[in-house]
């Protein structure tokens, strides 16, 4: 499975979108790229993945570069309940087991 | 609520002590997956079911750790002779399999051990 960079941390103000970025330089042309989040105290929980097309579902927005080294998780209007700890996994096969990184921890500010 | 519900949520223990721990997954899941997590760092997998077959185990799952799913539906995992470092929060997952092409797993909300 390919290994993902995130930024540690990033803030967002209430309202406005949040763009939560990956580097995945090492993906191979079957793997996806998933993404989790992990509120406070809960387990993670499934958002969205894709492969090479953009995607987008009721939670966010998954833009992926052609070369796909990289991609973009959007939230179009974060609230106070986007605050966590954002997860970018990328994985080959279905149903195994997941690798995650430290994530990007996203506060979302009032 | 995921539908993935793991029993107890909060557990101390002694050093020495077993504990066990119990998830129910999703009923119409097959696959069933146990992760732990630390303080500031991700969920690391330790081992998941197909069904009642355990189909692989990480090498973070000690001698002392041993988990089953007998019937293919609930699982149980249980520590023996708890250390210190088995302090952790417990995450259960489960997700349907027959070759399913995505990785959509369900968590469960964890249950936390603290070892004195």
């Known amino acids: 499975d390919a290994k993902t960079t995130q930024p540690p941390s990033m803030d967002c103000a209430e309202g406005r979108a949040a763009n939560l970025p990956c580097n995945h330089s090492?993906?191979?042309?079957?793997?996806?790229v998933y993404w989790y989040r992990q509120i406070h105290s809960q387990g993670p929980q499934y958002i969205i993945h894709g492969l090479k097309n953009n995607e987008t579902n009721e939670m966010a927005s998954l833009i992926i570069t052609e070369d796909r080294k990289s991609s973009t998780l959007i939230l179009p209007h974060a609230t106070l309940r986007d605050t966590a700890v954002y997860y970018c996994?990328?994985?080959?096969?279905?149903?195994?087991?997941?690798?995650f990184g430290k994530g990007t921890r996203l506060s979302v500010i009032a | 609520d995921t539908g993935v519900s793991q029993d107890p949520r909060h557990k101390i223990t002694k050093r020495g002590q077993n504990v066990t721990f119990r998830c129910d997954p999703i009923?119409?899941?097959?696959?069933l997956y146990w992760y732990r997590q630390t303080l500031g760092q991700g969920p690391e997998f330790l081992t998941y079911f197909q069904n009642e077959a355990q189909l692989e185990k990480s090498r973070l799952l000690s001698d002392r750790f041993s988990a089953e799913r007998p019937k293919g539906s609930f699982s149980t995992l249980e520590i023996q002779r708890t250390e210190q470092g088995d302090s952790a929060m417990y995450l259960c997952?489960?997700?349907?399999?027959?070759?399913?092409?995505?990785?959509?797993?369900?968590f469960g909300p964890g249950t936390r051990l603290t070892v004195l």
């Open positions: 996994i990328g994985s080959s096969t279905g149903n195994t087991p997941l690798v």
């Open positions: 090492t993906i191979s042309g079957n793997e996806y």
């Open positions: 997952a489960s997700s349907l399999g027959g070759g399913r092409i995505y990785n959509e797993q369900f």
């Open positions: 009923s119409e899941h097959n696959r």
